[in-house]
C-alpha cells in the first residue's frame, strides 16, 4: 500500500507543471483514547494552492480518505444446521482498514474515474483485498464486510462530506466512532480534475490508547501473569471489603 | 456516562455496568447463587464480546465467592476436606475446559459452544426448578411430610474410600473428583462458577448434609475461577478489569439488598421466581440460536488456523 502510494505521488511529481496543489490543516494531530473515549470528530481542512487561475472548462474533484490500521480479517456465514444456526463457510480477507471514512465533494463516480479508483484504491470496496485465488462467492463475504462495519459507522461514504468553496477552500468533518482501535491512521487528500489524479497529500493522525488504558492493555498483553494476579488481588479484596463492610451493618 | 473498555475494546455505559452488576447481586443475594450464569448472558447481549465476557465473569466470581464464604468460614460450615478432592477436579476441569474453548475459538464455533452450553443447562436445571418447587407448592398446601432421600446408592460402592468427618462420609473420592471435573470444564467455557450444578450433585449424589454444601462449593469454587482467570488472562488476554471492578461495584451492593429481600419471602416462592428467571435466560438464548438472525455474516480476526 505505502509502496503504491509513493510511486503514485512520484508520478504526480513528475508530471510537468502541477498547477493545483494542496495546503492542510487538521483540527488535531493524534486521537487519544482515554477511559471516558466516545468517539471523535476530526476536522480536515484546506486550501488549493495556484501559480494561475483556476481552470473553468474542468470539474474540480476533492476527495478526503480516512484509513485505519489494515488487517487480515475472517468473514462467517452462518447455515442452518440441525435446526440451529452455526458459522459453516467462511472466507480470509487479507486486507481490510479496521476504518475507513470517504469524504468527497460530490458522488465518487462522477469525480474519479474507473480506472484511477482501481489505482489508487479510494473506494471502500477497493480498499478491502483478498489476495490469492478469489473463491466463488467471495464477493458476498467482502460486501458483508461492508455492510457490517458500515452499519457500526466503522465504515463511512460521505457523498457531500466535502463542503468545497470557490474552488479554492475546503474542509470535511470525520466523525470516529467509539469502538476504534489503535493504529496510525492515514489521511489521504485527493484532487481531481476530469476524473484523474492530480494532486494527493498524505499525512498521519496516531490512535492511541493514553493513560489507564494504555497501562492496563500493556499490562494485560506484556506481563499476562502480573495482570491476571491483580485481577484476582483486586476481585479479593472487593470481595473481603464487601464482607466487612456488611458485617458492619449487622452489628 | 460511557467508559471504554481497554480490553474488550468498546465503549458502554458506566451506569449499564453498574446497573446490571446491582440486579444481579440482588437476585444472587435473594436467591444465594453466584448469578454468573446470568452475568455473562447478559454480557452477551450488550455487545461484550463473548471470550472476555466469559473470562471476566470468572474473575468477578472470584470476588462474589470469596465474600461469601468468609461468612461460612466463621460458621464453619466448610468441608476443607471435601473441597480439596472437588478442587482437585476442578483444576483438571478447567485446564481441559480452557483448552477445548481455545480449540473452539479457533475455529470460530466458541460463540456456539458457549451458548449451546447456557441452553442446555437452563434448560436442564430451570426446568427441575421448576417442577420441584411447583410440587413443593402443592405438597405444602396439602400438608405432606417431605419424602427423605435415599442415603445409600451405587455411589457407596466405588473403591478408594476415604473419610469426610465434616460432612459425616466415608465414601469413594471419584465421585467427588469427576463432580469437580465437570464443575471446571464449565467454569471455563461458560464462565460461571458452577454451583447450580454441584450443590444438586454434593446433596443428591454425593449425600453429603445441606448445612456444609454451600460453604464447601464456594470454597472450591474460589480456586476453580481464579485458576480460570488465570489462564484466560495469560492465554487469550480477555479478562478486562475495568469491566469486572464496575460489575464488583454493582454485585457487592446489589447482593447485600437482595439478601434482605430473600429473608422476606417463602423458599418455594424464592425457587419458582428463580426458576421461572433461568427458563426465561434460556428461552432467549435458544431462540437466537433457533431463528434466522438477521445478519447471517460475521467479523471475526484472521489468524486463529
New interface residues.
Given amino acids: 500500500m505505502r509502496l503504491l502510494l509513493a510511486l503514485s505521488l512520484l508520478l504526480l511529481a513528475a508530471l510537468p507543471g502541477r498547477a493545483e496543489e494542496i495546503v492542510l490543516g487538521l483540527s488535531k494531530d493524534e486521537v487519544a483514547i482515554t477511559a471516558t473515549f466516545d468517539g471523535s470528530d476530526i476536522l480536515i481542512f484546506g486550501a488549493i494552492k495556484r501559480d494561475e487561475p483556476a481552470p473553468t472548462e474542468s470539474d474540480l474533484g476533492v476527495i478526503v480518505t480516512v484509513a485505519g490500521p489494515y488487517e487480515a480479517v475472517t468473514v462467517r456465514r452462518k447455515e442452518r444446521r440441525f435446526g440451529i444456526w452455526v458459522n459453516t463457510e467462511s472466507v480470509d480477507i487479507d486486507v481490510a482498514p479496521s476504518f475507513y471514512a470517504v469524504a468527497t465533494n460530490r458522488p465518487l463516480d462522477e469525480i474519479l474515474t474507473d480506472d484511477e479508483d482501481v489505482a489508487t484504491r479510494i473506494s471502500t470496496g477497493r480498499a478491502i483485498r483478498s489476495v490469492g485465488p478469489s473463491e466463488t462467492g467471495s464477493d458476498n463475504f467482502s460486501d458483508a464486510l461492508i455492510r457490517i462495519r458500515e452499519e457500526s459507522r466503522l465504515y463511512q461514504t460521505l457523498s457531500d462530506g466535502v463542503w468545497v468553496k470557490d474552488n479554492t477552500l475546503f474542509r470535511t468533518l470525520i466523525s470516529l466512532p467509539a469502538n476504534l482501535t489503535e493504529g496510525d491512521y492515514v489521511a489521504e487528500i485527493y484532487l481531481t480534475r476530469d476524473g484523474e489524479v492530480i494532486d494527493l497529500y498524505t499525512t498521519e493522525i496516531p490512535v492511541k490508547k493514553v493513560g489507564l488504558e494504555r497501562w492496563l492493555y500493556n499490562l494485560a498483553h506484556e506481563n499476562a501473569v502480573l495482570y491476571g494476579l491483580m485481577s484476582l488481588a483486586i476481585a479479593i479484596a472487593a470481595g473481603w471489603g464487601a464482607s466487612a463492610v456488611f458485617s458492619l451493618f449487622r452489628r | ?4 473498555l ?2 474488550a ?3 458502554v455505559n458506566a451506569f449499564l455496568l453498574l446497573g446490571l452488576g446491582g440486579i444481579v447481586g440482588i437476585l444472587s443475594g435473594m436467591f444465594g447463587v453466584g448469578g454468573g450464569f446470568l452475568m455473562t448472558p447478559l454480557l452477551f447481549f450488550i455487545g461484550i464480546p463473548p471470550a472476555v465476557a466469559v473470562a471476566t465473569e470468572a ?2 466470581i ?7 464464604v ?2 461460612h468460614f466463621k460458621r464453619k460450615t466448610v468441608d476443607f476436606r471435601m473441597g480439596t478432592v472437588l478442587l482437585i477436579g476442578g483444576l483438571i476441569g478447567s485446564a481441559l475446559g480452557i483448552v477445548i474453548f481455545n480449540y473452539l475459538r479457533s475455529l ?2 466458541v ?2 459452544l458457549v451458548r ?1 452450553c447456557y441452553v442446555v443447562f437452563l434448560g436442564i436445571i430451570g426446568g427441575l426448578m421448576f417442577m420441584e418447587s411447583l410440587r413443593a407448592i402443592r405438597k405444602s398446601n396439602a400438608g405432606a411430610p417431605v419424602p427423605t432421600r435415599r442415603r445409600h446408592n451405587w455411589v457407596h460402592n466405588l473403591p478408594f474410600k476415604m473419610k469426610f468427618r465434616v460432612s459425616g462420609l466415608y465414601i469413594s473420592v471419584i465421585p467427588p473428583v469427576l463432580v469437580g471435573v465437570a464443575v471446571g470444564i464449565l467454569a471455563a467455557i461458560m464462565g460461571v462458577g458452577g454451583g447450580f450444578i454441584m450443590v444438586p450433585a454434593m446433596i443428591y449424589l454425593l449425600g453429603m448434609p445441606t448445612k456444609v454444601v454451600v460453604g464447601t462449593s464456594l470454597f472450591q469454587i474460589i480456586f476453580v475461577t ?1 485458576f480460570t ?2 489462564l484466560h ?2 492465554t487469550n ?1 480477555t ?1 478486562d ?2 469491566l ?2 464496575l460489575l ?2 454493582g454485585g ?1 451492593i446489589g ?2 439488598v437482595g439478601t434482605r429481600i430473600g429473608v422476606r419471602m417463602k423458599a418455594e416462592q424464592l425457587r419458582i421466581l428463580l426458576a421461572i428467571m433461568v427458563l426465561a435466560v434460556c428461552g432467549k438464548l435458544a431462540l437466537d ?5 438477521s ?10 488456523h
Fill in positions: 456516562m460511557q467508559i471504554y481497554p480490553i475494546e468498546v465503549s474473575n468477578q472470584v470476588a462474589s465467592s470469596f465474600s461469601g468468609l461468612a470460530g464455533q460463540d456456539l449451546l481464579a482467570t488465570m488472562a495469560t488476554y479478562v478489569v475495568v469486572a471492578v464488583l461495584i457487592v447482593a447485600q440460536l433457533l431463528l434466522e438472525p445478519e447471517l455474516y460475521s467479523i471475526g480476526s484472521a489468524g486463529g
